[in-house]
């Protein structure tokens, strides 16, 4: 019989994949959400990178059709941001100027 579903999951139940999902988000939460991935960020930068490069859109939408970009992220110390100018130098101030 053409056109008639045979098989498959029943309506209205839960695939296993959106179970999954809200397991980790409520572990997520429970670790500190946020703080956690800031806390990963610092302590395991390349655990944190790889992360990061799979929740980054590998296409762009543009008028013209789909955009492919390649990114490149590296982890640098705040001393290696600040010499390449992407951290100002810190200002030490004169003694007594308080």
């Given at each position: 019989?053409?056109?008639?579903?045979?098989g498959g999951r029943i309506a209205g139940v839960p695939n296993k994949a959106e179970h999954i999902r809200?397991?980790?988000?409520?572990?997520?939460?429970?670790?500190?959400?946020?703080?956690?991935?800031?806390?990963?960020?610092?302590?395991?930068?390349?655990?944190?990178?790889?992360?990061?490069?799979?929740?980054?859109?590998?296409?762009?939408?543009?008028?013209?059709?789909?955009?492919?970009?390649?990114?490149?992220?590296?982890?640098?110390?705040?001393?290696?941001?600040?010499?390449?100018?992407?951290?100002?130098?810190?200002?030490?101030?004169?003694?007594?100027?308080?």
């Amino acid at each position: 019989m053409k056109g008639r579903k045979t098989g498959g999951r029943i309506a209205g139940v839960p695939n296993k994949a959106e179970h999954i999902r809200t397991a980790l988000m409520k572990a997520f939460d429970a670790v500190g959400g946020d703080k956690y991935l800031e806390g990963l960020a610092r302590t395991q930068p390349a655990v944190f990178c790889h992360l990061l490069g799979k929740v980054l859109p590998h296409e762009l939408a543009t008028s013209r059709g789909a955009l492919k970009a390649e990114v490149l992220l590296r982890w640098m110390t705040p001393e290696m941001a600040r010499n390449r100018g992407f951290l100002e130098t810190p200002t030490k101030e004169a003694p007594g100027s308080n």
